[in-house]
């Protein structure tokens, strides 16, 4: 599994600092090369216009009653793969989002690298 993670470029858009950190751990241990990790919208936006990404993990709920909505759109108009990443199961999705590839949260590294691994054989 993590052959077919090297050398990829993994967008991580995730608000908590030590989520974040242990997410680009767990990515980079694996030979990804993260880009981010992006802790808005906005910092997302701009990784995307400024960077080649084969796939991204996004957190859903960004605080404050922000979401990653925006960017899930920009990369599915783009036919970049992603994951959601929530504590809030399929509730915490849009009714649009809830065939995308999702990891609940907490989840372990071998649960969020499969799911990696099953969005970028989506494009395959």
Known sequence: MTEE????????LEDEPLIAMALVDILEEAG??????????????KLIAESSIDVA??????????????????????????????????MGLRNADRDQLRVDKPYCAPTILATVVAALRTTA
Do not use: W
């Open 5 to 12: 993670l090297l050398g990829k470029r993994v967008l991580v």
């Open 32 to 45: 990804c090369t993260v880009i981010g990790p992006a802790h808005d919208s906005d910092q997302a936006a």
């Open 57 to 90: 993990v996004l957190d859903v709920n960004l605080g404050s009653g922000r979401t990653s909505a925006a960017i899930a759109d920009c990369l599915k108009s783009v036919g970049t793969p992603f994951i959601f990443a929530t504590g809030y199961g399929e």
